[in-house]
């Protein structure tokens, strides 16, 4: 726990998500600087699961469709926090199976939500997704 690192997410969720049309693309990409510089300058906090889960969702929103970067911080979500809270998992998998096609992977991953997720909802999507893309083979 580190109280530059909490500031610094702080200050980065005042800008993600706010605002409209050129307002909003140049406050996604404050927020884009802040959580990166908490990855690489605090990368010992607890705040770098929250924080590359958040580059994930910027990632794939609709300024930047930059799936296969975002897909990554997803993932890295998780492995800095198996336990965490958030459905990085499944928007991980989402984004492998629907923009990448990399349906191995994607399989991959909606298998760790039936297993490690407690959502009854998320585990649910994985699991019908997971038997739609077997009976597709």
């Known amino acids: 726990n580190m109280p530059e690192a909490n500031e610094m997410y702080r200050r980065a969720m005042l800008y993600k998500d706010k ?3 050129q307002e909003y693309v140049d406050n996604q ?4 600087i802040l959580l990166q510089q908490i990855l690489s300058t605090y990368p010992n906090s607890d705040k770098i699961s929250d924080a590359a889960y958040q580059l994930g969702d910027i ?3 609709r300024p930047y469709k930059q799936y296969a970067r ?3 911080y997803f993932e890295r979500s998780f492995q800095w926090n198996s336990r965490t809270q958030l ?3 499944l928007r991980a998998a989402r984004i492998y199976d629907k923009y990448l096609n990399e349906r191995n992977h994607a399989i991959e991953l909606y298998r760790e939500v039936t297993t490690r997720e407690l ?3 998320r585990v649910a999507e994985a699991q019908k997704r997971i038997t739609e893309m077997t009976a597709q083979r």
Request: proline fraction near 5%; hydrophobic fraction near 20%.
């Open 29 to 32: 990409k404050r927020a884009e």
């Open 70 to 72: 975002s897909a990554i």
């Open 19 to 21: 605002g409209w049309g």
């Open 59 to 61: 990632y794939e929103s």
């Open 87 to 89: 459905d990085s998992r």
């Open 119 to 121: 959502d009854p909802k």
